[in-house]
């Protein structure tokens, strides 16, 4: 071999040598780094290795390397080499088909899972190591006792009932105050006739029109025994309240020459299990529309005389 071609092999080699030592020390380096991860990172971590039967079929997995905090995280010792279905046959095809899937689409994944074993749960991601042909998966996890669960679960819950609790409340309080500041007056009572709300729209006109103003809890008919002309017309809605009618209807109230007119709307109030537990009633005064429509009604009336002509003479 000519000495030129001997210095050439040499040199390649000693770049190729020198190349994988780079690698080596790379892969030392990884190697170290995750040992110290894996040793003292909080999340419990392992590489399971799926098995398959002679169709291709998963049918069960071992674990061939767990952190220490395995053990503290699921409290059941993980010994490397065995099978699940060696270690927790009875719960094997809870856990089996998460870990096939991402052995098969290589899409990781995160699921919650109980422990039966050591009834703990986990909380679970879990990630297909390349390549693909060692069908094995990386799982980092974290573990809760049940009955810690369950009090989470339980402080989760009463949380999330407070917040709604919370917005229902602002709801009811928006509500409350769009409704009283209607320019209607409102009432809402229970089926005994005792009042259960009254708006400041309606104890205003009450006020204004009676001199008295009725209070939340009042017997709504022992108030109104000296209103006369208001009981004698709320005694014939009576029949379609106590029977849960709705419906739109106008009244007049007062003496002849002072009448005012109101248009009643009324709706049932009922529970949850449908059940007719009271009652709202709007009303809007429509005096002023009352005048104007008699008044334009006399006025067309008296036009009309103005304009028929007199057959007196004819005859």
Not at 114 to 136: G, I
Not at 157 to 180: H, I
Not at 278 to 288: K, R
């Amino acid at each position: 071999m000519p000495a030129d071609n001997a210095m050439g092999c040499m040199e390649q080699l000693q770049a190729r040598l020198q190349a994988l030592e780079a690698e080596n020390h790379q892969l030392r380096l990884k190697a170290a780094s995750f040992d110290a991860l894996a040793k003292n990172m909080n999340e419990g971590l392992c590489v399971l290795e799926l098995l398959e039967d002679e169709c291709g079929q998963y049918y069960d997995y071992r674990h061939v390397l767990a952190n220490e905090a395995c053990v503290r995280h699921t409290n059941h010792p993980k010994h490397l080499g065995l099978t699940a279905r060696e270690t927790i046959p009875d719960e094997v095809e809870s856990w089996l088909p998460h870990f096939a899937e991402v052995a098969r689409s290589g899409q990781s994944v995160r699921f919650v899972e109980r422990l039966a074993v050591s009834d703990r749960w986990l909380n679970l991601s879990v990630h297909r190591l390349e390549p693909a042909c060692s069908k094995r998966v990386l799982v980092i996890f974290t573990g809760t006792p049940g009955e810690q669960m369950a009090v989470d679960q339980l402080q989760a819950l009463n949380k999330e009932l407070a917040q709604k609790v919370g917005r229902a409340q602002a709801n009811s309080k928006l509500l409350g105050e769009l409704v009283d500041h209607s320019v209607a007056n409102v009432f809402a009572a229970d089926r005994t006739f005792r009042l259960l709300a009254i708006n400041r729209t309606a104890q205003e006109t009450f006020m204004r029109w009676r001199g008295v103003v009725p209070k939340v809890g009042e017997h709504i008919p022992r108030f109104l025994a000296h209103q006369p002309d208001i009981i004698s017309r709320l005694k014939l809605l009576w029949p379609r309240i106590l029977a849960g009618e709705s419906f739109v209807d106008t009244v007049a109230i007062g003496q002849p020459d002072a009448q005012r007119h109101y248009e009643v709307r009324y709706n049932p109030l009922r529970d949850a299990d449908n059940a007719i537990q009271g009652g709202f009633l709007f009303d809007d005064d429509s005096s002023p529309v009352v005048r104007w429509t008699a008044q334009q009604l006399d006025t067309a009336g008296l036009s009309i005389a103005y304009a028929r002509p007199s057959y007196a003479g004819a005859f």
